[in-house]
């Protein structure tokens, strides 16, 4: 017994309750379960028609439905059956849909709306969807058919897993391989049994290979790459005869050569399998007749996929087919009633017998004024061509190099301009323009051409939080269908991830050298009531391990749950926060007192420049906070120095709050709306030194004018008058610049201060470490966060002041306590004792 | 080093030269073949979990003491960018330096992010006192 490829266990069976005379649904019947039938019973139940229809399926195939793309892998021994299987058995069940997989449907009668299948069945219908595909042309040659009408053991066609199947059994005991055909088919097959060690002759009817595709000068070039494989190549020759009775044993040509084999692959091509709709008195020319809502003659009977003519072309690529789905799915469930289809421009990029393939529109010039710009190098097996018409491209042929495919499909799509100089479209030239990358590509520009996925999407599903290649495959199936754009959606994925991609669950982890996502940590901490970075790693690290790049996350988190009570390691501290100054190049370190809200005195001044002086700073800098940083000073200066400036620290090297830059505000500018400055300062007197996931930079500004930047702040604060305040969240103006999402409009300076305190709390117990504010909102959603902190909705507002106010709690300078007495001895000992410090520039 | 805007500046540290990056801090000037056994400090000079600097037989080492009890010592600046590697973070495995993370991994002194590797020296405690051959 064959097995059923996405079958389910033996003995496995489902009651089938047939049609319930109660059930309201219409009926839906679709025939054909490939890449078109099944897709678009995907596209259906997402348009929430489950419960709409009563869905039944016929397949010829006693299988699941499976990538048919894939089939050559699986013959290359490259992928195992399973891995091409799209729905398995159980999917039907799991989703209501009666699969009848086995039986064909013979024909319809339109009038009773009653399909009859090879069973012997009769299931009436609402609706009728033909999407049966194509099969193998098998040309009319003498032998190649026994007595009874079949193939001549060792005849193959290849289209089905089973002939797949057959074929690769074959390849144990056969040596010598003729395959018919030098399309894409011909060429894969031909490949895929060369790699099984089979000696391989492709016979080709026409002058060049891949005539449907290539010009003649790209199809020799073809031509001498499959060779330099070991595979033998005729073309324009005819296979006449096949030889042999019991079993295949070779080709006759018709100019009178023989090829002997014990196997024959027939891959002369499709043809589209219509005669369902011929028999059910469909109108039908190469194929069915649809019109642009994929219908045809008969108004409640429409075909897609490869089975469907549409306005005179038939397709045989499965984008087409995957948009025909989406189209009639949306015409059916009512989705858009009036969705129509109007053609696909076909792009297709592959690889073939190991040679890099992307084809759009015409391969050669077809009017007088056509430019055609060729560029071949036989020797590379490199042939790269355009077809420019009108100023717009309508062609592309790329043999052997397809870095540009990225760029002319675009151009191809979208008739986007073109250089001046044509040849810029096929080579990039040495005058520092560069390459379309990925990150020039724009958001809509399509990458996954079977499943329609742009460059937005990937980055949409990076943004939602797919940390891995798989997770955004998964999530958008780009990639899925043929395969050729994985290489480019990793690029994406890794681009839109800004280099941060991980290929396994630690992506979920807080830190690296604990297996829990941060809530579940938190859990455990707060159960096992771990209050040290070293009790953290012995509870809960795997074999109570500890982990270097773990450590400065966890101090934050402990400190964060524990406030005062956390028990202080300075070994899992990074050296900045053991010695609360920003390390340098050459192992010196900065100085940042704070200034509150950027605001100063005379006397801050003065001893600041005596400070200075005293300890000879290399250099005295205004920073971007709106502070003083003095910056070079050696660790063992630290603790006097801060003695001698008797300020606190500004927190300028942690993972914590920073500053908060203010504006002049009303008390001096002539446009102020608010008292920008003292919120800023009593912001900055609240919050100071609270540790969080990542820094977190904020602004208060008088007006919207914006002369602080509040707009780009993880935290902003905009005075609009009235005494009212907008409320920013999740800005930045870094590395990465946005622009923050108005969380609240409020009333008061006091409220103002509550709702930072709150948000800043749900940050802190959500994000993960190392999430700046600017990811960290995204990825919640706006409204969500709004929900949680303005309407309570999760009932934790009053858990996140009291945290908050734990943290406050717990602040300590960790200037005045250092200084006064050091945390660990030697704190503050230099650590290359032989090196005169400071090496960076004095001035 | 030879930035226009640095040029009218003028060192206000005795010895210093200007703009001296610290990567030209000379590298490990230590002679191959058997080394000579320093006492370089006490062990609770060494708070648990972290490293300090010493100089032994004038050569400036770091020596770090794990809280499984292990001791190690190395070289005190990192082969990379001179980062003072004593400053650095630890696990039973590895020192990251604290300037551009780079790991080393106590075995063998090879970097786990591909820097060049760090000199290992033997390292032992007798009597509270530490002992390490250079």
Not at chain 1, 32 to 51: C, H, I, K, P, S
Not at chain 1, 90 to 101: F, S, V
Not at chain 1, 436 to 454: I, L
Not at chain 1, 771 to 780: A, K, L, Q, S
């Amino acid at each position: 017994m064959t097995t059923i490829l996405g079958g389910r266990p033996e003995g496995l069976t489902s009651l089938s309750l047939g049609d319930d005379e109660f059930d309201t649904r219409a009926r839906l019947v679709v025939v054909g379960n490939g890449m078109a039938g099944a897709r678009f019973v995907e596209e259906v139940l997402e348009r929430g028609g489950g419960e709409q229809f009563r869905i039944t399926v016929f397949g010829d195939e006693p299988h699941g439905n499976y990538n048919r793309i894939m089939l050559s892998p699986v013959l290359a021994g490259e992928s195992h059956e399973d891995e091409i299987v799209l729905n398995s058995h159980d999917w039907y069940d799991d989703n209501g849909i009666h699969l009848r997989a086995g039986v064909r449907v013979e024909r319809a009668d339109t009038a009773a709306k009653v399909v009859y299948g090879s069973d012997g069945s009769a299931t009436p219908y609402d609706h009728l969807v033909l999407a049966t595909g194509s099969y193998s042309f098998i040309p009319p040659m003498t032998g190649i058919r026994t007595g009874d009408g079949g193939l001549l053991p060792g005849v193959y066609g290849f289209r089905t897993i089973d002939e797949t199947r057959a074929m690769l059994a074959a390849t144990d005991s056969c040596e010598r391989a003729v395959v018919m055909g030098g399309g894409l088919l011909g060429l894969e097959a031909a490949r895929a049994l060369q790699g099984h060690g089979l000696q391989v002759e492709l016979v080709h009817a026409m002058p060049w290979l891949m005539n449907a595709q290539l010009d003649a000068e790209a199809g020799a070039i073809l031509k001498k790459s499959v060779e330099s494989l070991g595979i033998t190549v005729h073309l324009g020759a005819m296979a006449g005869e096949v030889l042999g009775t019991e079993h295949v044993e070779g080709v006759l040509l018709k100019d009178g050569r023989r090829l002997d084999c014990d196997l024959l692959v027939v891959a002369a091509g499709v043809r589209p399998h219509s005669d369902v709709a011929v028999r059910s008195g469909l109108e039908v020319e190469r194929a069915v007749i649809v019109d642009d809502q994929l219908r045809t003659d008969d108004p409640d009977i429409y075909a897609i996929g490869e089975c469907a003519q549409h306005r005179g072309s038939v397709y045989g690529l499965v984008a087409p087919a995957w948009e025909h789905a989406k189209v009639l799915a949306d015409v059916l469930t009512g989705t858009d009633p009036g969705a129509e289809y109007h053609g696909s421009r076909t792009a297709t990029k592959l690889k073939v017998a190991g040679v890099d393939v992307a084809v759009m529109g015409v391969s050669t010039p077809e009017r007088d004024d056509d430019e055609f710009l060729v560029i071949s190098e036989p020797r590379r097996g490199v042939h790269l061509s355009v077809v420019i018409r009108e100023d717009k491209l309508v062609g592309a042929t790329l043999l052997g190099d397809t870095r540009k495919v990225a760029y002319l499909t675009q151009a191809f799509d979208r008739g986007t301009p073109l250089p001046e100089e044509r040849i810029r479209l096929l080579v990039d030239l040495s005058d520092g323009a560069e390459e379309v990358g990925v990150a020039e590509m724009p958001a809509d520009s399509q990458v996954c051409n079977c499943n329609g996925v742009s460059k937005g999407d990937i980055c949409g599903a990076v943004a939602d939080g797919c940390g891995s290649v798989g997770a955004v495959m998964d999530r958008t199936r780009a990639g899925k269908g043929c395969g050729s754009c994985k290489s480019l959606v990793k690029q994406i994925v890794e681009w839109a991830a800004d280099g941060e991609v991980t290929e396994d669950a630690s992506a979920s982890w807080y830190v690296p050298g604990i297996p829990m996502a941060k809530p579940e940590l938190m859990a455990a901490i707060r159960e096992q009531d771990l209050r040290s970075v070293s009790s953290v790693f012995a509870a809960l690290a795997p074999g109570g391990k500890d982990d270097a790049k773990s450590k400065m996350g966890l101090t934050s988190l402990l400190r964060m749950i524990w406030g005062s009570e956390y028990e202080q390691e300075n070994d899992a501290k990074f050296i900045n926060d053991r010695v609360h100054g920003n390390i340098q190049r050459d192992g010196t370190f900065s100085v940042v007192p704070q200034i509150k809200g950027g605001v100063t005195t005379p006397a801050q001044l003065r001893k600041i420049a005596d400070v200075a002086e005293k300890y000879e700073v290399p250099m005295v800098k205004i920073t971007g906070g709106q502070r003083i940083d003095l910056l070079g000073v050696r660790k063992e200066d630290l603790p006097d120095m801060w003695n001698d400036l008797g300020m606190p620290s500004g927190y300028a090297y942690g993972k914590s709050f920073r500053t908060v830059k203010t504006c002049v505000g009303s008390d001096f500018c002539r446009f102020g709306l608010g008292d920008s400055t003292q919120l800023g300062i009593d912001l900055e007197t609240r919050f100071q030194g609270i540790e969080s996931p990542a820094k977190m930079k904020l602004a208060v500004v008088g007006c919207p004018r914006n002369c602080a930047e509040a707009y780009v702040k993880d935290i902003g604060v905009v005075a609009i008058g009235n005494g009212k305040w907008e409320v920013y969240v999740g800005g930045a103006a870094g590395a990465t610049i946005r622009k923050g999402d108005l969380l609240a409009t409020v009333d008061s300076p006091e409220a103002v201060i509550e709702l930072s305190g709150r948000f800043m709390q749900y940050y802190r117990e959500n994000a993960n470490w190392l999430e700046r504010t600017y990811d960290f909102v995204p990825r919640i959603g706006l409204e969500k966060i709004k929900q949680v902190l303005l309407e309570d909705s999760e009932g934790i507002c009053a858990d996140l002041d009291a945290g908050m106010q734990r943290s406050i709690d717990a602040y300590t300078d960790p200037w005045g306590q250092d200084a006064a007495e050091p945390a660990t001895p030697g704190q503050f000992r230099t650590s290359l004792p032989l090196v005169d410090l400071p090496k960076v520039p004095v001035r | 080093m030879t930035a226009p805007h640095l040029e009218t500046a003028r060192p206000t540290t005795p010895g210093t030269e200007l703009g001296t990056p610290a990567t030209d801090v000379p590298a490990n000037t230590v002679a191959a073949g058997p080394g000579v056994e320093h006492a370089v400090g006490r062990l609770e000079e060494i708070a648990m979990g972290e490293g300090r600097a010493f100089v032994a037989g004038g050569v400036q080492v770091a020596v770090f003491r794990l809280r499984d009890g292990s001791l190690h010592a190395t070289q005190a600046a990192c082969p990379h960018a001179g980062g003072p590697l004593a400053d650095g973070q630890t696990d039973v495995d590895v020192l990251v330096c604290p300037l551009h993370l780079y790991a080393y991994a106590w075995s063998d002194g090879s970097s786990t992010s591909g820097a060049a590797p760090i000199r290992l020296f033997p390292v032992r405690e007798q009597d509270g006192t530490l002992l390490v051959t250079v």
